[in-house]
């Protein structure tokens, strides 16, 4: 029996200090992402969360098909005082807490999904509202499939639930609180030290790495091979040219035979 998302519930779970301390649930919103940023004068780690979204943000303005009941579809109210090159950095750093919740068979495809073998089973979104200069919030959106029994025909070929992958239904309350878990012990790591602590453990879970790639930088298709990921969080891709440093944000990697 699938459980609704519960606030309580969620907390029961948590030992956090301030991440997911204060959860706001929504039964159908248009994006939890549009919702943190509009109430980002709430506290820093408020979780809002719905059970579904008529309009669910992709990235690169893409659609998020957010199905009611079966997914997560969860956004991280954050404030972090750090530099705005950095703010991208999130993504890949809630990507390690996914990684870690899913376990050993997931992967990080860089720089915002998570797979499951060649599906992707997690996206996400990290948006940002500047004043004057400076970071005023921080959205990290982060949608997980999770017991979808089937996908709309035009992302069946790239998208995977957990029911799917493993044939049973999961608690998604405690999925939750465990993503809630993890994020928030990497993001006092980064948010102190920045990503220079986190980089073996992410790039050991980086399918990206050591492969052919291609990526669309800038209105320009980069081909080349993924050897690194710098201290900025940046794919080094060798080019016939020499290396080039890709920031994450302004990309779209595919495997050149795949989508991972
Ligand atoms: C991607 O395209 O990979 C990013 C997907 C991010 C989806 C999540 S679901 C919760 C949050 N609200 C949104 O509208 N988008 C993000």
Redesign the pocket.
């Known amino acids: 029996m699938n459980m609704a998302v519960c606030a309580d519930k969620i907390r029961e779970k948590l030992n956090t200090e301030f991440v997911g301390r204060n959860i706001i649930v929504y039964d159908k919103t248009?994006?939890?992402?549009?919702r943190a940023k509009e109430m980002r004068d709430e506290a820093e780690g408020t979780v809002f969360i719905?059970e579904s979204?008529s309009?669910?943000?992709?990235?690169?303005g893409?659609e998020?098909v957010?199905e009611s009941g079966t997914?997560?579809?969860?956004?991280i109210l954050l404030k972090p005082q750090i530099d705005i090159v950095c703010v991208p950095q999130i993504t890949l750093v809630a990507g390690m807490a996914l990684k870690r919740v899913l376990g050993d068979k997931a992967q990080i495809k860089w720089p915002?999904?998570v797979v499951l073998g060649t599906k992707?089973v997690?996206?996400?979104?990290t948006e940002m509202s500047v004043m004057n200069g400076k970071t005023e919030a921080v959205v990290c959106?982060?949608?997980v499939n999770v017991n979808q029994r089937s996908f709309p025909a035009e992302i069946l070929h790239r998208a995977t639930s957990l029911f799917l992958e493993n044939k049973h239904e999961y608690d998604r309350n405690l999925i939750v609180a465990e993503i809630v878990n993890e994020f928030e012990s990497l993001y006092k790591i980064f948010v102190r030290e920045g990503l220079s602590p986190l980089l073996s453990e992410y790039k050991s879970s980086c399918v990206t790495l050591n492969r052919e790639i291609n990526v669309i930088y800038d209105n320009k298709t980069i081909t080349g091979t993924a050897v690194n990921i710098d201290l900025g969080g940046a794919l080094v891709v060798q080019t016939q040219d020499g290396l080039a440093h890709i920031n994450s944000g302004e990309v779209s990697v595919r495997g050149i035979y795949e989508y991972v």
């Open positions: 248009d994006s939890t992402n549009t719905a979204q309009c669910g943000k992709g990235s690169k893409r998020w957010s997914g997560i579809w969860m956004s915002n999904d992707k997690c996206g996400i979104l959106g982060i949608g």
